[in-house]
C-alpha cells in the first residue's frame, strides 16, 4: 500500500532533550516536506527536499534540523526542544513538488 | 516573503446551502493546490490548478484560479455533511521560492443537517 509513515505519533518530552520524527514513504517520490500545524495559523512547512541530499528552509525552519540521505526517508530533528515547538506534525511526500503531496498521518508533540 | 490569505476562516451553513472560500497571495504563484482535513486526520489533496484563468469541477466543487495567478477560490454548491472539514490552499512560489509550499490558514466548514 502507497503511504507515507511516521513515528512517533504521540510524544510528550521534556525542554532540552533531543528528539527525532521519522518520516519515510514508499512511493520513490523525489520530494518531501514537514509542517507545522497549530489552530489559527494553518500549515506551516518547516524544511522541504527536493531530492536526496538536496534540502530548503520553508517558512519556520528555526529550532529544526533536517536530513535526506536517502530517498524514502527524511527525518526531521529538534536538537533542543522548547514548549513552542509543541504542535501537530506532518511530513509530506509527492512525484514532483508541483505533483499531487500525500500526507502521513501526522505526529502530536507536546514539550513540557 | 511570500504569503497566503485565506478567508473566512470559519463557515457555517445549513445543509443544501452554498460554500465559497477564498485565497489571495502576495506573489505571483506558480500553481496553486487545494486540500482537505477531515477532524482528526490529515490534510488530502484535492486539486491543482497552474493555468491563469483556469476553472476546475470535481462534482459539486469549483475550483478557480484567477488571471493574474495570485488568487483562487473553493466553491462548494449544495453542501452535505460530508463536506464538513477544513479547507486549505497551498501555493507554489515561483524563482528562488521554487518548491517551498505556503499554505492559507483555512477555512473551518460546519455544515447543520
Known amino acids: 500500500e502507497a503511504q507515507v509513515t511516521q513515528n512517533p505519533r504521540y510524544l510528550i518530552t521534556v525542554t532540552g532533550k533531543k528528539l527525532t520524527v521519522t518520516c519515510s514513504q514508499n512511493m520513490n517520490h523525489e520530494y518531501m516536506s514537514w509542517y507545522r500545524q497549530d489552530p489559527g495559523l494553518g500549515l506551516r512547512q518547516i524544511y522541504y527536499?527536493?531530492?536526496?541530499?538536496?534540502?530548503d528552509k520553508g517558512d519556520v525552519p528555526e529550532g529544526y534540523k533536517v536530513s535526506r540521505k536517502e530517498k524514502r526517508n527524511f527525518p526531521l530533528i529538534l536538537e533542543s526542544p522548547s514548549p513552542n515547538q509543541t504542535s501537530l506534525y506532518f511530513c509530506?511526500?509527492?512525484?514532483?513538488?508541483?505533483?499531487?503531496?500525500?500526507f502521513g498521518p501526522g505526529t502530536r508533540l507536546l514539550v513540557l | 516573503g511570500q504569503q497566503v490569505m485565506q478567508i473566512p476562516q470559519y463557515q457555517h451553513v445549513q445543509e443544501g446551502e452554498d460554500f465559497t472560500t477564498y485565497c489571495n497571495s502576495s506573489t505571483t504563484l506558480s500553481n496553486i493546490q487545494w486540500y482537505k482535513q477531515r477532524p482528526g486526520g490529515h490534510p488530502v489533496f484535492l486539486i491543482q490548478?497552474?493555468?491563469?484563468?483556469e476553472v476546475k469541477k470535481q462534482k459539486r466543487l469549483t475550483f478557480q484560479f484567477g488571471e493574474a495567478k495570485k488568487n483562487s477560490s473553493l466553491h462548494i454548491t449544495a453542501t452535505q455533511t460530508t463536506d464538513v472539514g477544513t479547507y486549505f490552499c497551498a501555493g507554489l512560489g515561483g524563482g528562488t521560492s521554487y518548491g517551498k509550499l505556503t499554505f492559507g490558514q483555512g477555512t473551518i466548514l460546519t455544515v447543520h443537517p
Open positions: 490548478l497552474v493555468k491563469s484563468g
Open positions: 509530506a511526500s509527492s512525484e514532483q513538488v508541483f505533483e499531487t503531496q500525500y
Open positions: 527536499s527536493m531530492n536526496v541530499e538536496v534540502t
